[in-house]
């Protein structure tokens, strides 16, 4: 779900055929700024590594921690399953 102050802008449900969701600092429905294209890239990877034996640590190292998804200005990542009750937060620090 995207919100607005006082409104959601979006929400978007996964299902056979979406399967993930990446979501970065701006909304879904206009274009990443230049200067911070992750999100396109991040789709990219995921389509390629396809669904099958997926695994949390699998999007972690494939997509979450390496670039462009993860740049110098990367200061959080979180990885969730709603399936499974899994969550993991990495904070990096310069």
Not at 32 to 43: M, T
Not at 69 to 89: C, S
Request: charge should be negative.
């Amino acid at each position: 779900m995207e919100r607005d102050n006082d409104k959601v802008n979006a929400f978007y449900e996964l299902n056979e055929t979406t399967w993930f969701l990446v979501q970065t600092n701006y909304d879904r429905n206009v274009p990443d700024p230049v200067h911070d294209q992750r999100r396109l890239p991040a789709e990219a990877k995921l389509r390629e590594r396809g669904n099958k034996n997926f695994k949390e640590q699998d999007l972690f190292n494939v997509v979450m921690s390496t670039f462009p998804t993860f740049h110098l200005e990367t200061i959080v990542t979180v990885v969730m399953r709603a399936e499974t009750g899994y969550h993991n937060t990495t904070c990096w620090y310069g």
